[in-house]
């Protein structure tokens, strides 16, 4: 049973940081991509980034192309999402999720961890 748990979520201001962490367990990862996600309340979710287990490879959104970070660590099964320049409109529920293939379709994640709240102030 593949348990993801999403850690690091809070209130910031515009301009600020967090970093979120995904504790994974359950099986071996090393085939596997990650990825986190976002909802917005009244949104869709929408794809933020992803990472081969390998971490020889990532992708990101458009919209957070250069603010955010997406990097693992593999002794620990452990991936994370650093967030800079944090903007209000950044403010969602952001999920953590493994697939076997890697992928910006969430529908293509059958693994996804309980979300972590991000709120951005202005």
């Known amino acids: 049973q593949v348990q993801l748990v999403e850690s690091g979520g809070g209130l910031v201001q515009a301009g600020g940081s967090l970093r979120l962490s995904c504790a994974a367990s359950g099986r071996t990862f090393s085939n596997y991509a990650m990825g986190w996600f976002r909802q917005a309340r009244g949104k869709e979710r929408e794809f933020v980034a992803t990472i081969a287990w390998s971490l020889d490879y990532t992708s990101y959104a458009d919209s957070v192309k250069g603010r955010f970070t997406i990097s693992g660590d593999r002794a620990k099964n452990t991936v994370y999402l650093q967030m800079n320049s944090l903007k209000p409109e950044d403010t969602a529920v952001y999920y953590c999720?493994?697939?076997?293939?890697?992928?910006?379709?969430?529908?293509?994640?059958?693994?996804w961890g309980r979300g972590t709240q991000v709120t951005v102030s202005s």
């Open positions: 999720a493994a697939t076997s293939t890697i992928s910006s379709d969430y529908a293509t994640y059958p693994y």
